[in-house]
């Protein structure tokens, strides 16, 4: 891999179930016990009345400064356990510059580029 | 995106071997089922390492999960490595609930086991022992048989779960109905699932009685419905809450809990008056359809609306959406049973299916069985019982239902009467695999843990010690968890190999436990020499209940073990038109008529309503309005929460962390009314019981409706009475009803309650726990 050839993951929040799969997947490949914080970490917000008289129920997972985007697992080819396992099946792990352009593409997604 | 092709599997590190080598690790390719219990059964890769699992990951390879897992599965090392779990066979030294055990041999406790059932066959009769079980944990099978079998009892029992109501109104009602079950198709019949060229999408797909995507009920991935809703498929949920679903609907409709059934009747009345239905289906493939148009005209959809809370075009509107998709497909759950009028409801939508023409189209309401027609249910080993002995199954009396077979168990409700009463007979002995009732599913849980303390001789089996445990057994059998027993997974398609790669101290599997005590019992009906030569009978166990569709198998265990994932090549939709379902191979429906019968003849024929109907919630603001007046908020229970099957894991710490409380959820008017905020400890209470549980702010629901979690205990608390792990603190079920239930003894209203909230202070602050092991109940 070229040093100047970022990774991150695309987070599709419109699927995002809010289902934690990503965060016990991480704790569980970082040996992060109870306690002792997350890799990611699940956001949450609603469900929230909007003016059009629709409810609205968002979730986002944010990488921590614990995330080291799978490095062992990537190495042998694997995908990152959150990615791997996640149940809405919303996330995508490659090249940021690749990542951006998915991003560009469809709204409601989230890049995150975590070290 | 789900076809089982799938891109971007590396299949250097992932491969379509049973079991490989990577590095250190043996990687075994198999599924899970229980512990954790769940009504899926998903496709995993145990690394394994001297004898340990060490790393668990969902197989990518899998068309079932697609590599996909939830948080217990996820988590499964830690649970199975907690320090907690039972490890030997205990017997009781102390008295009931002071939690003083004894390690003893597993000879010794099966012999113990043996000299009970003995003198109970002899002094009382068989039928004097009841065996029960939890939902969602791989025993559906393996307890009746041991009840059947080895005990020669026809009383095996879905525990104390008042009207069955957990999936038996819904499959009876079905049986009666068409014969068979309905399940919305998702392609997860089909191996190569969307790209399969016979599959289509739900147009529409109508979600009530559940919230799927948590709760996994019936076999179902929740997930699958994520999958759909990306390639286009539209929603309307029925909901009391925004679920995140719910929030994606088309059609959200807010019901008041308990009166869904008003809605689909006016759905019904809907669709029929607007001539939206398939006539060609109606004419050709149902029964009743002029008493069905009469019978919904009692429901215009202002009527329904008024009943439910909601806005009659709400319904109209969904009416039509549904009528008008091809195909729509309904996913119900357990909410649908979950109400005294769960049987008319499950056949509202049932009619709903049918007159819409959606009934085992793709994509739509298809007609499932289990692949091999394998005997997993409640009624294997039922061929061993006598019918003299059948006809002393608690219930037959007062269910034609339970007397015909229809689901074959005996009644929760009537089994707690006969432990109260001993009418019609004493019950002398429980064998209770995989259950704990007090903690979760028997309503009016302290009733029945004074009930469970009354019987004289208790069996437990489970993973880890438990309130019911400590109230009441005399014996403890430490059972294994998924990696730690081979077995099998059918529920509904396709087969799927459970291997077991580790051992658990002295644990056995479910498979184990039945087989040594039953070899013990009744030989010859055991001839099996181990848990893979059960195995393979099982798999093998077809075309006792069908005679044609699905065709048995000759596969064995070791055969299925190295195919992981078994696709029979005898699905097929619009089985009606090929003579599929019927014993005597003709087209149509296994029913009297031969075809969807709208209109129950069977039901006619017992006395019956043969039609759907609404029945308001036994306590209710319409059907109590001066109890409603002192209790003036409408509960529901039981909503599934991401980390807990029920009221498992509550001492796995990372699965604890992310939910550590039980949770109440009220609107914010409500809270700002009763001076509470997000977090603050509530008492919920009615004319049974209070608990308490802490506020969650939940901003989607009626200022009037209160959600309370359900299956709350507390592994960290002490765990002799008094306190007994603190099971009645925050439980639901102090608050339910056990033995109200709808006319055909199936259906309860343990999601439709009323109740009282305010906050705990330090002057009404009290264990509930304390007060009803001290006071014996109630
Ligand atoms: S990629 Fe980062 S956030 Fe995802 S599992 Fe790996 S370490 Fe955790
Ligand atoms: S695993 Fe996927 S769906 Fe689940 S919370 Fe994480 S991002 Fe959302
Ligand atoms: S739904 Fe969850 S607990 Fe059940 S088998 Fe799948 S991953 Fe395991």
């Not at chain 2, 998903?42 to 990951?57: A, F, N, P, Q, R």
């Not at chain 2, 879905?158 to 392609?187: E, K, N, Q, W």
């Not at chain 2, 009463?421 to 019950?427: K, L, M, Q, S, V």
């Not at chain 2, 008529?593 to 043969?610: I, V």
């Amino acid at each position: 891999m070229a040093a100047d050839e970022k990774y991150g993951i695309l987070i599709d929040y419109e699927w995002c179930t809010g289902c934690h799969s990503c965060e016990m997947a991480c704790k569980v490949e970082l040996g992060l016990k109870e306690g002792e914080g997350y890799g990611i970490k699940l956001h949450e917000d609603g469900p929230t009345l909007m003016p059009n008289g629709k409810y609205e129920y968002l979730y986002l997972p944010i990488p921590t400064s614990l995330c080291d985007l799978c490095a062992a697992r990537t190495e042998m080819g694997k995908l990152p356990t959150c990615v791997h396992h996640c149940q809405a099946a919303c996330m995508t792990y490659g090249k940021v510059s690749e990542l951006a352009e998915k991003a560009a593409a469809k709204p409601k997604q989230c890049l995150f580029v975590p070290c | 995106m789900i076809g089982n092709e799938l891109e971007g599997v590396n299949k250097e590190v992932y491969k379509t071997d049973w079991q490989w080598q990577e590095g250190e690790y043996t990687v075994t390719r198999t599924n899970m089922w229980t512990a954790p219990g769940c009504h899926n059964g998903c496709s995993v890769l145990y690394y394994t390492k001297d004898g340990k699992v060490e790393k668990i990951e969902g197989d990518p390879l899998s068309p079932y999960n697609q590599g996909r897992l939830c948080m217990r599965c996820l988590d499964y090392c830690e649970t199975a490595n907690h320090p907690d779990r039972l490890k030997y066979p205990l017997k009781r030294v102390g008295e009931r609930g002071e939690n003083k055990w004894e390690r003893i041999s597993w000879d010794e406790a099966y012999d113990t086991i043996v000299e009970h059932v003995r003198d109970i066959q002899e002094n009382f009769g068989p039928e004097c022992i009841v065996s029960m079980q939890g939902t969602g944990r791989n025993i559906c099978w393996q307890t009746p048989y041991l009840s059947y079998s080895a005990f020669n009892s026809p009383n095996f029992v879905l525990g104390f779960l008042s009207g069955d109501a957990c999936y038996l109104p819904r499959t009876t009602i079905g049986h009666c109905f068409m014969g068979d079950f309905m399940v919305a198709d998702i392609s997860q019949h089909l191996e190569r699932r969307f790209n399969d060229p016979e599959y289509k999408l739900p147009e529409y797909i109508l979600i009530v009685g559940n919230n799927p995507l948590v709760s996994n009920g019936d076999g179902f991935f929740g997930h699958w419905i994520v999958d759909a809703m990306k390639e286009g498929t539209k929603l309307i949920v029925l909901d009391p809450s925004a679920t995140w679903l719910a929030t994606k609907a088309e059609h959200w409709l807010r019901v008041r809990p308990g009166t869904d059934a008003a809605v689909i009747l006016a759905m019904l009345n809907v669709i029929i008056n607007e001539d939206l239905y398939d006539h060609d289906f109606v004419e050709n493939w149902c029964y009743g359809f002029e008493e069905l148009t009469e019978r919904v005209q009692e429901y215009p959809p202002e009527k329904a609306a008024k009943i439910a809370w909601i806005e009659p075009e709400q319904i109209v509107e969904a009416a039509r959406a549904f009528a008008k998709a091809d195909p729509a497909a309904i996913q119900w759950g357990l909410k649908v049973d979950q109400t005294v009028c769960g049987i008319p409801l499950a056949h509202g939508l049932l009619s709903m299916a049918a007159i819409c023409g959606d009934i085992d189209v793709p994509g739509g309401c298809m007609i499932p069985r289990c692949a091999y027609d394998i005997s997993d249910s409640y009624g294997c080993g039922l061929w061993n019982v006598s019918d003299e002995m059948m006809q002393k199954m608690l219930g037959v009396e007062t269910s034609p239902l339970h007397a015909l077979g229809f689901d074959p168990t005996a009644n929760g409700d009537t089994v707690l009467q006969a432990i109260e009463t001993d009418e019609p007979y004493p019950i002398k002995m429980l064998f209770i695999q995989s259950t704990n009732p007090i903690a979760n599913m028997a309503a009016d849980a302290p009733r029945v843990y004074n009930a469970m303390r009354k019987v004289p001789f208790n069996v437990v089996v489970d993973v880890f010690m438990t309130p019911t445990a400590v109230a009441c057994a005399d014996i403890i059998l430490p059972c294994g968890m998924s990696s730690e027993r081979n077995s099998g997974r059918v529920w509904w398609w396709p087969l799927r190999s459970i291997v077991k790669v580790n051992e658990y101290y002295e644990c056995k599997s479910d498979e184990q436990i039945i087989l040594e005590l039953g070899k013990r019992l009744e030989p010859e009906l055991f001839p099996w020499e181990d848990d893979v030569e059960l195995m393979s009978w099982w798999i093998q166990s077809g075309n006792r209940f069908h005679a044609g569709w699905p065709a048995k198998t000759d596969e064995t265990f070791d055969e299925l073990k190295e195919k992981v994932i078994d696709w029979p090549n005898d699905w097929a939709y619009k089985k009606y038109e090929k003579g599929m379902l019927r014993d005597d191979g003709e087209p149509g429906f296994n029913t009297n008529s031969g075809k969807c019968e709208l209109y129950l003849t069977l039901f006619e024929a017992w006395g019956f309503d043969p039609l759907p109907y609404y029945e308001e919630p036994p306590e209710s603001p319409i059907s109590t309005p001066e109890l409603f007046e002192e209790y003036p908020l409408v509960l529901t229970t039981g909503a599934r929460t991401w980390e807990y099957f029920h009221s498992e894991e509550r001492q796995v710490p990372r699965l604890r962390e992310s939910h550590p409380d039980p949770l109440t959820d009220l609107h914010p008017d409500l809270a700002a009314e009763l001076g509470v905020v997000a977090g603050d400890w509530v008492w919920v209470e009615n004319m049974r019981g209070k608990c308490k549980q802490r506020v969650r702010i939940n901003a989607s629901l009626h200022p009037k409706v209160v959600r309370s979690e359900h299956g709350w205990w507390f592994p960290e608390r002490e765990a002799a009475e008094p306190t007994l792990f603190g099971v009645f603190d925050s439980n639901i079920n102090n608050l339910t009803v056990q033995g109200v239930t709808g006319p055909t003894l199936y259906g309860a209203p343990y999601a439709n309650q009323i109740c009282k909230v305010y906050p705990v202070t330090a002057e009404n602050d009290a264990s509930m726990s304390e007060v009803i092991t001290t006071k014996g109940g109630n």
